[in-house]
């Protein structure tokens, strides 16, 4: 279990990369700290390690308050994004390595190293060096010089991102298994909200040194908290439009739609759905968003269509059989929808 | 474009010109640089002196020169000597501590690095006479400054440190590069490498072991190879003691000098000059060997197939 408290970290030059982060992370959970660039997640992430020191705050793992410790004594293993094999050893010695510094006996490392890289499918490369690997290979050497050293907790930046599109799906299904096989704490960064989804079990959404949003991948894409995660959850973005309630109604892009309890006239207001969440209709409806198709992007067994109107642009997800034409004219009709004040989420 | 020429000649000047482009370098070098080394080759098996009947009418006394040098105890002392120079200076100071400051400055920026590199640099970009000088005074027995700094009068460091005191003027000459050829090296040394041995609970010295020095490895060669020559063959001591006193300071470089200049013998000074140069081809020499192996053995190892 990692907990953090009141967790902030000002860097030279007044930026606040941390700005009082409190989270729990429950033994054996997978995490994920989601976020655009400079957002503070790989700062959090490194401060949990210890490469970075916190300003004020604590951090214990299994309730031990390791704040003031040095990385090497935290014991947490962590993956980089680049990996950081030594490239003047091979598979071995890169696995038996945290072995070798605890001075743990030369024949015990070296069983546990090769232990370690058959269960993870390198037993055939364990005299090769780094560079003569491939790049899946690389991450899984990387890998088991994590494992063996049996850490408290995994540390994962970027784990995915420099594998090539392919192997990143296999990749992202073989962690998965292998994280819920050895049920070891993990958190890991990602900018990725699709990587984030699929792997965590619960996610934290940041933006300039706070967390925006904790919550299992359901929650944060049924149900963002802000504008701003309900932009950047989602593989394709959710349509934000302006709105404004009048008379128990919402006026939003040229639709009539119901309004939620507890607003009051004049509010700025905007309404959010997903274009998965959008039927196309031909034929005209007050309580849809009307717009001539100006672009169709095939997604494989969907296409998104883009309804303009007036210099607003609505967007909606159609099964493949079902599209229209360029140029035509259609109604988007919202299934599921959420509506935001001042950014903030209203409850239902 | 189906010329036979084209694969080699990519300017297309042809066999002519090229030469033509080439030759004045070459003039050059011959004139300067090979002629006066053959030149040294002949004088050394001659009795040529700077005076006398010898410099009129030299006579050729073959190996004779190499043989004395060889058997002269001032010329193996001063061998002697300039190994310790060599290992003292450059070896052990310059090396040692220009990594010591680029490791220690690695992490820092703004003022502190700007002023120390500042400084070290500054000892590098002076005239090496305007540094003899300046360390002249500094050590002087009567109006030093470091006597003056140490309040101890008359204490006479040229004289009864002559070896120590030359050392640690070349140190203090000399450090700035192998400083900024390590800061440079340490730029290629990735954080996240680092990073991963601290995790691992790796102690500063386990880091440099395991994971900078593997990584600089060819830098260090080239570092220590570049700053032997130099040294090896640094005449700017002569400022400081002149060889002296007793020879107690009299290096190679020195030593040719007394010998082929003050003492008049160019003949034996060009015997002396020309074994130096041995010397140095055996450090170049060792140093390739010791690249060339490395670089064959990461072929070897990259040539493997890539599963």
Redesign the interface.
């Given at each position: 279990m990692i907990s953090l408290h009141g967790l902030t970290k000002v860097f030279p030059g007044g930026v606040r990369a941390l700005d009082g982060i409190d989270l729990t992370i429950g033994d054996g959970e997978f995490f994920a700290l989601l976020g655009p660039s400079g957002c503070g997640k790989t700062t959090l992430l490194r401060t949990i390690?210890?490469?970075e020191t916190a300003g004020s705050g604590t951090i214990s793992i299994n309730q031990r308050d390791v704040t003031c410790l040095?990385?090497?004594?935290?014991n947490?293993?962590?993956v980089?994004?680049?990996?950081?094999l030594?490239?003047?050893m091979d598979v071995t010695e890169n696995i038996a390595?945290?072995l070798r510094?605890?001075k743990v006996p030369r024949a015990e490392r070296l069983a546990k190293a090769a232990d370690v890289a058959r269960r993870l499918s390198l037993s055939?490369?364990l005299r090769?060096?780094p560079?003569?690997?491939?790049g899946g290979?690389q991450q899984r050497v990387a890998l088991a010089?994590a494992i063996a050293?049996h850490p408290t907790a995994f540390l994962f930046d970027e784990p995915l991102s420099n594998l090539d599109a392919r192997l990143r799906l296999e990749a992202r299904t073989f962690l998965k298994r292998l994280q819920r096989e050895l049920a070891v704490t993990t958190v890991f960064v990602t900018h990725d909200q699709a990587e984030a989804l699929a792997l965590a079990d619960r996610i934290a959404v940041m933006s300039r040194g706070r967390m925006i949003q904790v919550g299992t991948p359901a929650e944060v894409f049924q149900r963002p908290a802000t504008t701003f995660v309900a932009s950047f959850i989602g593989s394709t973005p959710m349509n934000l439009l302006p709105a404004r309630a009048a008379g128990g109604s919402l006026y939003a892009a040229g639709a009539v739609l119901p309004a939620p309890a507890g607003l009051t006239d004049g509010d700025d207001l905007v309404y959010g759905v997903r274009p998965e969440y959008m039927d196309l209709s031909p034929t005209e409806r007050p309580d849809a968003f009307p717009g001539t198709v100006s672009v169709l992007e095939n997604l494989g067994t969907s296409t998104l269509v883009t309804l303009e109107e007036g210099g607003t642009f609505v967007q909606a997800v159609v099964d493949e059989g079902d599209e229209p034409r360029l140029g035509d004219h259609a109604w988007a009709v919202p299934r599921r929808a959420l509506v935001y004040r001042d950014g903030e989420l209203l409850a239902p | 474009m189906a010329r036979p020429m084209s694969a080699v000649d990519a300017a297309g000047l042809g066999r002519g010109r090229a030469v033509g482009f080439v030759l004045p370098a070459l003039v050059l070098i011959g004139v300067f640089l090979v002629f006066p080394a053959l030149w040294t080759i002949y004088l050394g098996l001659t009795d040529y002196r700077l005076t006398g009947l010898a410099a009129a009418n030299p006579q050729v006394v073959g190996l004779d020169n190499y043989t004395d040098a060889l058997r002269d105890p001032r010329f193996l002392g001063s061998l002697w000597l300039t190994v310790g120079y060599v290992g003292g200076s450059a070896v052990l100071g310059q090396a040692v501590l220009g990594f010591a400051l680029a490791w220690v400055l690695r992490t820092r920026t703004g003022r502190l690095r700007r002023l120390v590199e500042g400084v070290v640099l500054l000892s590098w970009i002076l005239p090496s006479t305007v540094v003899g000088f300046l360390w002249f005074a500094l050590l002087d027995r009567d109006d030093g400054t470091l006597n003056a700094l140490l309040n101890t009068p008359g204490f006479a460091w040229l004289l009864d440190h002559p070896l120590l005191s030359i050392i640690v003027f070349n140190v203090w000459r000399g450090t700035a590069f192998s400083m900024m050829l390590y800061s440079a090296a340490l730029e290629n040394v990735?954080p996240?490498?680092l990073?991963?041995?601290?995790?691992?609970?790796?102690s500063v010295f386990?880091q440099l072991r395991?994971?900078v020095l593997?990584?600089i490895r060819r830098h260090v060669l080239t570092n220590l190879l570049l700053i032997s020559l130099w040294t090896f063959n640094d005449f700017t001591p002569f400022v400081l003691t002149g060889g002296g006193p007793e020879g107690r300071s009299e290096i190679l470089p020195i030593y040719v000098y007394n010998v082929a200049l003050r003492g008049g013998e160019l003949g034996a000074g060009a015997a002396v000059s020309f074994l130096i140069l041995l010397i140095n081809l055996a450090f170049a020499l060792v140093y390739l060997r010791l690249l060339r192996d490395r670089r064959r053995r990461e072929a070897a190892?990259?040539g493997?197939p890539?599963?």
């Open positions: 390690a210890g490469l040095p990385p090497g004594r935290r947490v293993a962590m980089f994004q680049d990996y950081a030594f490239p003047h390595y945290p510094i605890r055939e490369l090769r060096r560079a003569q690997l491939s290979q010089r050293c | 990735p996240s490498h990073e991963t041995a601290r995790l691992a609970g790796a386990q395991d994971v593997p990584l190892l990259t493997g890539p599963a």
